[in-house]
């Protein structure tokens, strides 16, 4: 009788071929002996030579914190200004770093308010360095700029409210008057980026930037962006433990999305700006691994609530008049909101008030902290 097509009897050569092929199959599923065995992963070294831009209102001042305890902690060289900020709005010198010199060496950790200058910052950082910084949706960061700067920015200023700045801005900003840096296109200029610029020249500049930063992180996604950050300096897991700085009061406002398509199209280097990191930290993100992310997000907040609750009386944040020590009391700006600080819980042990008090201390006293610890009494000279 013939078998039916398709079923015709197999030669002992052909089953014995079809018994190989089927066993190797099955070995590699199981991970056998035929099995390429992939190459272990080799451990990351934790980085000491970093450089974070602190730009403006982004939430960069916990980040300070953050750097500043890691710093102390390890013994490491910080680039401190001669006062609290390196000259700025001009340019970042190498001469504005106390210490600096011939034979003074470079530093480890550079965190402080500058006006980005690669090749000045080159002078001072080892060739290693690992860059990072923040961003914001200018969408809000303006309102918060407004609201902080009033003092500062004359183009604020003179402005009876928001509305009124966004109903016609040209009407009270003029370019090039000391102080209204802060008033349009804050983040492109804490960069250092050109202004004017040629509108087709902005993708060629901010894929430059890039290369030196080689990852901005976004404040409105702040405990996605210190996963990020842990992941790329290899750092353990409580260097990213903080508590939230500068957060403002009652005096926040909620921003209408109108508001917030003005204060886009108005700052629109900063939205480019904004909108390129954006996809940068996203992508990363992906590369990084969402369910992963959200994973370590999690333990962050987690961590977070275990320590606020040990170490600040309240639980959280409370205005700068309720605080008792007063180098916890965070900077207020003149004629602007009301900021936020930390006061700790009584009776923590010495050990637990170190932590607390380290991770509750405001930038410019843990500045001068560090200044003490590096170089002894406090100078004065230089801006």
């Given at each position: 009788m013939k078998a039916p097509p398709g079923c015709r009897r197999l030669s002992p050569l052909g089953v014995a071929l079809g018994l190989c092929v089927t066993l190797g199959f099955t070995l590699g599923l199981l991970g056998g002996p035929f099995r390429r065995r992939s190459t272990p992963s080799v451990p990351c070294r934790p980085r000491s030579h970093v450089l974070f831009l602190k730009t403006h209102k982004t939430g960069g001042s916990s980040l300070v914190n953050l750097l500043s305890r890691f710093g102390e902690s390890r013994g490491l060289r910080f680039a401190l200004p001669h006062r609290y900020q390196f000259g700025y709005p001009a340019p970042f010198r190498a001469e504005r770093v106390r210490g600096f010199g011939p034979r003074g060496g470079k530093f480890d950790l550079l965190c402080h308010h500058m006006r980005f200058y690669l090749p000045e910052v080159q002078r001072v950082m080892p060739n290693d360095t690992f860059f990072f910084s923040i961003v914001r949706d200018p969408g809000t960061l303006g309102e918060s700029a407004f609201s902080y700067f009033r003092g500062a920015a004359p183009a604020f200023r003179l402005s009876p409210s928001l509305d009124a700045f966004l109903a016609s801005p040209s009407r009270f900003f003029r370019p090039g008057i000391r102080?209204?840096?802060?008033?349009?296109?804050?983040?492109?200029?804490?960069?250092?980026?050109?202004?004017?610029?040629?509108?087709?020249?902005?993708?060629?500049?901010?894929?430059?930037?890039?290369?030196?930063?080689?990852?901005?992180?976004?404040?409105?996604?702040?405990?996605?962006?210190?996963?990020?950050?842990?992941?790329?300096?290899?750092?353990?897991?409580?260097?990213?433990?903080?508590?939230?700085?500068?957060?403002?009061?009652?005096?926040?406002?909620?921003?209408?999305?109108?508001?917030?398509?003005?204060?886009?199209a108005w700052n629109s280097l900063d939205w480019a700006l904004y909108s390129h990191f954006n996809r940068s930290f996203w992508r990363q993100a992906r590369e990084f691994g969402i369910q992963k992310l959200r994973r370590e997000v999690e333990e962050i907040r987690r961590r977070r609530e275990f320590l606020a609750g040990k170490c600040l009386r309240g639980g959280g944040p409370v205005p700068a008049q309720a605080i008792p020590d007063g180098n916890l009391r965070p900077f207020q700006p003149p004629g602007g909101e009301k900021i936020l600080g930390f006061a700790l819980r009584e009776g923590l042990s010495p050990q637990d008030r170190e932590l607390c008090g380290r991770m509750a201390l405001p930038e410019l006293p843990y500045k001068d902290l560090l200044e003490r610890k590096q170089f002894g009494a406090k100078n004065e000279s230089l801006g």
């Open positions: 102080g209204n840096h802060y008033a349009k296109n804050l983040q492109w200029f804490d960069f250092g980026l050109p202004d004017p610029v040629d509108p087709k020249k902005i993708p060629e500049i901010l894929q430059n930037l890039e290369k030196i930063f080689p990852l901005v992180l976004l404040a409105e996604n702040f405990d996605e962006s210190l996963v990020l950050l842990r992941d790329r300096l290899c750092w353990p897991r409580d260097s990213v433990d903080l508590f939230p700085h500068n957060s403002r009061g009652e005096s926040r406002k909620k921003i209408s999305q109108e508001q917030m398509r003005k204060l886009r």
